[in-house]
C-alpha cells in the first residue's frame, strides 16, 4: 500500500514539474503516466470494432473512413466528462449519480453494463475461437473450441488477478494491455503496408478523402454500387437493399465506437489508481493517445483491407467466371439467399433451397447477370473470408498468421477488460470496494459467460455475426450513460466549485449534446429499425425507462424541496 502511495505522489510530483515544460516535453511525460485510456483501448478494439470495420468496409469502401473517427471523438467527450467528474469529487460515479443526479439513471447505468459484459463476452471468446482455429490453425480437431474457450479464460483470468493484486500487479497488467493493444494495430497495420507495396498500391487520395464525414451517405448509396445498378432493371429493389444494409453498417460501427460498459470503466478504472483533480489533464491525454490513436489506426486499416477487396467486387466464383475457391463456398449460401430476396421481390415462384443440382444451377443462371453480381457484392464477410482474399496479394503467412494475431490480441484484450468492468459494476451494486473475493467473483462472470455462451448458443458459421446484433443491443443503451453525465458535469450539488462556468461552460455543453444526439439518434434507429424483429418489446422498454426516469426526477426534486421547506 505504502508503495502504491508513493507512486502515486512521485507521479503527482512529475505531473505538477511537467505544466512549465514544453509540448514536446509534456507530451513525453504524459506518456510515461498513461494507464487508463490503454484499458478503453483494449476493450473498443473488439470484435465488434472488427466487425463494424470490415462491414463498413465492404458497404461503403473508402467513402465511411470518417465515421468510426468521428464517433470516438464524441465518445472521448463523453468520457472525458465523466472521468473529470470523478477526478474532481473524489466520488465513485454510481454512488453520485444516485444521491445527486437521478436514482433510475444510475441503477440503469450499471444494470445495463452487467448486460452488455455478459452480452459482448461470448462473441468475444468466439472471434478468438475462430482466430485461433482457423486463422492460425491450431487446435483444429474435435474438442478445439472447448480448449481454445479454457485457454482464453485462463489467460484473461491470470491477466484481471495481477490487476486486483495492486501495486507491481497493476504495473505489469498495464504492460500486458499496452503490448496487446500494439501487437493488434501492427498486426493490421502491417497488412496494409503490404497491400501497398503489391501491383500499383493503394489510392491514398481517395482513402484519405474519405476521413471528410459525408453524412449524405445516410441516404444514398456508396458510389462503387453506381455502375452495377445502371445494368439491372430491378434498380429500386437493390437501391433499397444497399441503403438499408449501409444504414445498419453504419450503426454498427457507430456502436461499436464506445460502449455503455466503457463508460463504467473509466472513472473507476482511475480513482483505483487514486488519481483527483491533479490528473485531470493527463486523463484527457492518456484517452487520446491510449484510446484514439490505437482505434484510429487499426480500424482504418481494417477498414481500407475490406474495401479494397470487397467494394464493389464479387467473387468470379459465385457467377461461373472463375475458379470456386474456399472462399467462394463461405459465400455461396448468402449469395443464394440475396438472390432468393429478388426472386420473392419480383413475384416468382421459384424456391433455390427447393432445388438440387442442374436444375438449381438453371434458375440462377436464368437471373440476369447484373443482379447476380449486386447479390454477390452483398453477401457478408467475415474475417477469414478477409484472410483468405488476401493471401495472394500478401500471401499466406502475412494474411492468414498477421492477420490472426490481431484478430487474437483484439479477442483476449476485450475480453480481459469485460472482466475487470464486471468487477467493478458488481463491488459498485453491493456498495463495496472494488477489490478482494467479491471483486474476483464478478471479474470472472463474462469469462464463465462468454466462455460457455461461445460454444453452446452459436453455430460456427454465425461465430462472427454475432458482433452485429450485440452492436446494435450495445447501442440501444448507450445514451443512458451520455444523458447522466450531462447532467452530472451541471449539478452544482455534485461539482460544487468544480463546476464550469461561462463561456467554458457553454462549450462543454453544446459538445456533449452534440455526442449524447448523435447516441440518441443511432440507438433510436437501432430499436425502431428492428421492430420487426425484435418486436415491440424494445420499443416498450426504452419507452417504460424513461418514464420510469421522469417520475423519478420530479420525485427527487419534490423531496429536496420538502427538505429546503422544513
Not at 489510392?203 to 449524405?216: E, K, N, Q, V, Y
Not at 453525465?485 to 467554458?504: A, C, I, K, V, Y
Amino acid at each position: 500500500m505504502s508503495h502504491s502511495l508513493d507512486k502515486l505522489e512521485q507521479d503527482r510530483h512529475s505531473l505538477h514539474q511537467l505544466k512549465s515544460q514544453g509540448s514536446l516535453t509534456k507530451a513525453l511525460g504524459y506518456s510515461r503516466l498513461s494507464a487508463p485510456g490503454w484499458l478503453q483501448g483494449a476493450i473498443t478494439l473488439g470484435g465488434g470494432s472488427l466487425a463494424g470495420s470490415l462491414y463498413l468496409g465492404v458497404i461503403g469502401g473508402y467513402q465511411l473512413m470518417w465515421l468510426q473517427p468521428l464517433m470516438m471523438v464524441l465518445g472521448i467527450v463523453m468520457l472525458s466528462a465523466i472521468g473529470y467528474v470523478a477526478l474532481s469529487t473524489g466520488e465513485r460515479p454510481f454512488q453520485a449519480i444516485n444521491r445527486h443526479v437521478n436514482p433510475v439513471l444510475g441503477w440503469g447505468w450499471a444494470i445495463a453494463t452487467l448486460m452488455a459484459n455478459m452480452v459482448w463476452a461470448m462473441p468475444q471468446f468466439a472471434l478468438g475461437t475462430a482466430a485461433m482455429r482457423q486463422n492460425l490453425g491450431v487446435f483444429k480437431g474435435e474438442g478445439g473450441a472447448v480448449t481454445c474457450s479454457v485457454i482464453l479464460f485462463v489467460i484473461a483470468a491470470v491477466v484481471v488477478w495481477f490487476y486486483d493484486s495492486g501495486g507491481r500487479g497493476i504495473k505489469i497488467f498495464d504492460a500486458t494491455l499496452k503490448i496487446m493493444v500494439a501487437v493488434v494495430v501492427l498486426s493490421f497495420f502491417g497488412v496494409v503496408v503490404a497491400m501497398s507495396l503489391q501491383g500499383a498500391g493503394l489510392p491514398w487520395g481517395r482513402i484519405l478523402a474519405g476521413f471528410i464525414p459525408d453524412f449524405s451517405l445516410l441516404n444514398r448509396i456508396a458510389d462503387g454500387f453506381s455502375p452495377f445498378l445502371e445494368k439491372t432493371v430491378h434498380t429500386e429493389f437493390w437501391r433499397s437493399q444497399i441503403l438499408s444494409s449501409q444504414r445498419d453498417k453504419m450503426v454498427t460501427a457507430a456502436a461499436t465506437a464506445v460502449g455503455i460498459n466503457m463508460t463504467f470503466l473509466l472513472p473507476y478504472s482511475m480513482l483505483k489508481r487514486g488519481w483527483d483533480k491533479d490528473f485531470r489533464g493527463l486523463a484527457v491525454f492518456d484517452l487520446s493517445i491510449g484510446l484514439f490513436i490505437p482505434f484510429l489506426l487499426a480500424t482504418s486499416c481494417v477498414v481500407i483491407a475490406s474495401a479494397t477487396q470487397f467494394h464493389g467486387r464479387y467473387d468470379a466464383g459465385l457467377l461461373n467466371e472463375g475458379p470456386r475457391t474456399e472462399v467462394t463456398e463461405k459465400l455461396a449460401g448468402g449469395y443464394e439467399r440475396a438472390l432468393q430476396n429478388l426472386l420473392s421481390n419480383t413475384g416468382s415462384d421459384t424456391v433455390l433451397s427447393e432445388l438440387e443440382g442442374t436444375a438449381r444451377m438453371e434458375a440462377i443462371a436464368d437471373i440476369a447477370q447484373a443482379d447476380r453480381q449486386l447479390a454477390a457484392m452483398l453477401v457478408s464477410r467475415d474475417a477469414n473470408t478477409l484472410a483468405l482474399s488476401l493471401e495472394g496479394l500478401t500471401g499466406k503467412n502475412v494474411a492468414q498468421y498477421v492477420f490472426g494475431i490481431g484478430v487474437l490480441g483484439m479477442a483476449i484484450s476485450t475480453i480481459i477488460i469485460l472482466m475487470l468492468i464486471n468487477g467493478f459494476t458488481i463491488c459498485e451494486i453491493c456498495n463495496r470496494p472494488s477489490e478482494g473475493i467479491l471483486y474476483r467473483f464478478g471479474s470472472l462472470l463474462p469469462g464463465l459467460t462468454g466462455g460457455i455462451g461461445a460454444l453452446t448458443l452459436w453455430s460456427s458459421q454465425a461465430k462472427f455475426y454475432v458482433a452485429q446484433p450485440t452492436s446494435i443491443f450495445g447501442m440501444m443503451l448507450l445514451p443512458i450513460a451520455y444523458a447522466t453525465f450531462f447532467l452530472m458535469m451541471n449539478s452544482r450539488s455534485l461539482l460544487g466549485e468544480h463546476l464550469p462556468s461561462g463561456g467554458r461552460r457553454i462549450a462543454v455543453n453544446a459538445v456533449m449534446l452534440v455526442a449524447l444526439g448523435a447516441a440518441t439518434v443511432g440507438a433510436g434507429w437501432s430499436i425502431w429499425g428492428k421492430r420487426e424483429t425484435i418486436g415491440w418489446t424494445g420499443v416498450m422498454v426504452a419507452i417504460c425507462f424513461i418514464v420510469a426516469a421522469v417520475v423519478a426526477h420530479f420525485w427527487r426534486a419534490g423531496k429536496i424541496n420538502g427538505q429546503q421547506e422544513n
